[in-house]
């Protein structure tokens, strides 16, 4: 049995509609241990019948024994996993994956076979070729000589029976020609079966046979050396089922440690691909961030509120949908007020009024609401001052010019903020009022600040500082969240009966209790998670579009790159694992940027709307993981596209 035995081998290229022969019936054994050149001129068929015989190409009829398996009608997976356990290449370009060190080269075969110890063989075989010292090199700081060592250091590094080389020294000057050569030679006195193509004859007479070859055809078969002593050709390798390994953890981080290198070597154009998927992630993250932000101060500051209140104010709600006539006004008063606090299960009412007022201390002045109160607000809005008293019932009745202020109007007003403003005195609208008390801090939601506001007694403010005659609100508090309903109920009924509104009118007051507020609340929150979650799919959408885009690309740039993967013995799924990672890991770099940049975002705005930024780590995770999906899912195309590339014309694709 023949190490390779070729019978009536034909190769017709479909070009242009037109039909090519380039094989044309030829046949050929080759025996272990032999160091045979194949010449002719340039397009005879050279490169054509080393690729099939290489099994990296299929004949068009004829059949191809390799050690006594018929290799004629391989699948791709089997063709790799045959030629990473029996056969090496070196090629006129030598092929290296650039920005690749020579080690990490030269052991590229070992991932494909599933081979334990790469680094040590690799070093070995580097020793063998004389690169011991070159190990971390790029290509491009080896000299084309040292390059094609690399080279055959990775043809060597599986252990081959066979080492093909196309024109191994078409690009060498011709000292580094002659290294080479020596190289192959001595290998070939190892055991180890050489066939080499050129079309220089001082390249070929180094060779023990010589093949010619014309128009697809052998024209002589000469030998220069005598036959070697022949071992006849064991099949053990070919045993078995010819299935490529399953992807190891160890080979899934080198694909990951190869994308971060190309990353980092486009950095321009990898940043403008994720630019869509960061940006996406950056408003989500940030909107999320701010929107629980948001909603969190609210709720706390409902929570102060007290969840048994009830607000009765002037005009109709929407609630109804229709909205009543402008111009009827509704007029609370002080017997509304107690009307309202003798109903069942009504705890106590108080009514207020409230208008914008200028307050003045010193060269300072500041704008902001002056609501008047009586006592029982402190105890109904959870509003006990901090520094002073509230107003009493006798500043009530005495209508005294004080006032109890927030911490905004504090810091607006005085320079030094921690200072204890109580007995200075302020004017109202150019009124003196003597402040008695400072009102503990309930923080802002954004939209309204709850301490930007200044209490004076209720008939005060009535008489002295608005001159009004009506309450605006009418603040009344249930004696228990059951009876809320039953309360709102009976307070309508009741200011409809003192409001004389007949059946057919709809009330004039409007009326609202906290739990209102808050599923109003809720359903802001759910109309914004909706929104949002519709932004991050565009985003997503845009952004996986922008990795597909670039992948398709680096296929399409890197088509030798794969040819050559493909040629040393990857698999489809080994082709399909490292494009889905690569553009797995473009999504997640995207994300994590986006996700850097959002909460950026989140902190600022936060900042400066002056309430507390939420990046959840569960929203965090959550964009880190679609970011990496979507540029799992988009790579999957061109991830696709890659591992269905035929080696050769991979390899021939300039
Ligand atoms: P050599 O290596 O001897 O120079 P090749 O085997 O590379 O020649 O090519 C032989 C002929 O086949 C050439 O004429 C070439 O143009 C043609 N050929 C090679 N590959 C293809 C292909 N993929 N499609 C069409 N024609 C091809
Ligand atoms: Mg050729």
């Not at 204890?420 to 801090?441: A, Q």
């Not at 004389?500 to 209790?513: I, S, V």
């Not at 990795?547 to 040629?567: D, F, H, P, Q, W």
Request: charged share 20%; aromatic share 6%; with cysteine.
């Amino acid at each position: 049995m023949s190490l390779i035995e070729a019978d009536g081998l034909t190769r017709v290229y479909e070009v242009g509609g037109g039909r090519l022969t380039v094989l044309k019936g030829l046949s050929l054994r080759v025996e272990q241990g032999e160091f045979v050149a194949i010449m002719g001129p340039s397009g005879s068929g050279k490169s054509t019948l080393m690729q099939i015989l290489g099994l990296l190409d299929r004949p068009t009829s004829g059949t191809c024994r390799l050690m006594g398996r018929d290799v004629s009608r391989l699948s791709d997976d089997e063709g790799a996993v045959l030629r990473s356990r029996t056969i090496g290449f070196i090629f006129q370009m030598f092929n290296l994956l650039p920005r690749t060190t020579a080690l990490h080269n030269a052991a590229l075969p070992m991932i494909y076979a599933g081979a334990p110890g790469r680094d040590a063989r690799a070093k070995e075989v580097l020793e063998r070729v004389g690169l011991g010292d070159r190990l971390d090199h790029a290509p491009n700081q080896l000299s084309g000589g040292q390059q094609q060592r690399v080279a055959i250091a990775r043809a060597l590094v599986n252990r081959p029976r066979i080492l093909f080389a196309d024109e191994p020294t078409g690009n060498l000057a011709s000292d580094q020609a002659e290294d080479i050569l020596r190289e192959l030679k001595s290998l070939n006195a190892s055991g180890i079966t050489v066939i080499m193509v050129t079309h220089e004859p001082d390249i070929a007479a180094h060779a023990r046979r010589v093949i010619r070859l014309k128009d697809g055809a052998i024209v002589s078969d000469e030998r220069n050396a005598p036959e070697p002593a022949l071992k006849p050709a064991a099949a053990s390798a070919l045993d078995g089922a010819l299935r490529p390994p399953a992807l190891g953890l160890d080979e899934a981080r080198e694909y990951a440690a190869s994308a971060l290198r190309a990353m980092a070597a486009n950095k321009v154009r990898s940043a403008l691909s994720m630019l869509g998927i960061l940006i996406g992630v950056a408003a989500v993250i940030a909107m999320l961030a701010i929107g629980r932000g948001a909603q969190h101060a609210i709720e706390s500051r409902l929570s102060g509120l007290g969840s048994n209140l009830i607000v009765l104010f002037p005009g109709s709600t929407n609630m109804g949908g229709v909205r009543a006539g402008q111009g009827t006004y509704t007029r609370f008063t002080f017997d509304d007020v107690k009307a309202l606090s003798k109903l069942a299960h009504v705890r106590r009412a108080e009514g207020d009024v409230s208008g914008n007022a200028e307050i003045v201390y010193k060269d300072k002045n500041w704008s902001t609401q002056v609501t008047g109160v009586t006592p029982l607000y402190a105890s109904m809005h959870a509003s006990d001052p901090y520094y002073g008293r509230f107003v009493t019932d006798d500043d009530d009745r005495r209508l005294s010019r004080v006032a109890v202020i927030g911490e905004t109007v504090l810091k607006n007003l005085f320079a030094d903020p921690k200072q204890n403003p109580v007995g200075e005195t302020i004017k109202i609208n150019h009124t003196d009022y003597r402040i008695v008390g400072v009102l503990p801090v309930k923080g802002s939601s954004g939209f309204h600040d709850s301490d930007d506001i200044v209490l004076v007694p209720l008939r005060t403010a009535m008489k002295r500082l608005f001159g009004r005659f009506y309450l605006d609100y009418i603040w009344i508090e249930a004696d228990g969240p059951g009876t809320v309903d039953g309360v709102m109920d009976a307070v309508e009924t009741t200011m409809r009966r003192r409001h004389h509104l007949p059946a057919f009118k709809d009330d004039d007051f409007g009326m609202r209790n906290m739990s209102d507020i808050q599923s109003a609340l809720t359903g802001t929150t759910k109309t914004f998670s909706l929104l949002l979650g519709f932004v991050a799919a565009i985003a997503l959408l845009v952004g996986g579009i922008g990795i597909m885009n670039i992948m398709l690309v680096s296929v399409s740039e890197r088509t030798r790159e794969i040819g050559l993967r493909k040629a040393v013995g990857a698999a489809r799924r080994a082709i399909l694992a490292q494009f889905l990672i690569e553009a797995a890991a473009m999504g997640a770099v995207g994300g994590a940027a986006g996700v850097a940049l959002g909460a950026a975002i989140a902190v600022a705005v936060s900042r400066f709307a002056g309430w507390a930024a939420l990046v959840s780590p569960g929203s965090v995770l959550l964009a880190f993981v679609f970011s990496t999906g979507t540029g799992l899912v988009f790579g999957l195309w061109p991830a696709r596209k890659a591992s269905l590339l035929s080696p050769i014309e991979a390899l021939r694709y300039e």
